[in-house]
């Protein structure tokens, strides 16, 4: 699904103008905005919500790193735990990742029976 989401946002309407989306580990620090991707995951035992949402990260590009996520600067957003997302934000201290844009893949074909 990583590969697949990889593919898929270039093709995005609001991210034809962009050129070269490269991911970068979900816990690198950046002033600048930066495209990063993995696993939605819960930070407790209790519910998934807005205050408890980490990312984490791949074992190729992030190491399987977490970070926390700040979402409220998303217009809306239905997440899950281990959806697999990408976000476009920010990231100042490598701690927090504040997201201004979410992505998810395309869902995959459905199986043919054999």
Known sequence: LMRKLEEDIPKLPECKDMDGIEFSPVNFPSQKPTFIAGRVACDSEGQ???QSM???GDRVISAGNFV?????????YAFFPN???ALEG????GQCFVATKAFQPKPLPPLKPS
């Open 54 to 56: 980490l990312l984490e």
């Open 83 to 85: 959806q697999v997302i």
């Open 68 to 76: 926390k996520l700040d979402i409220s600067r998303l217009p809306s």
């Open 48 to 50: 998934l919500n807005a």
């Open 90 to 93: 920010n990231n100042s201290s």
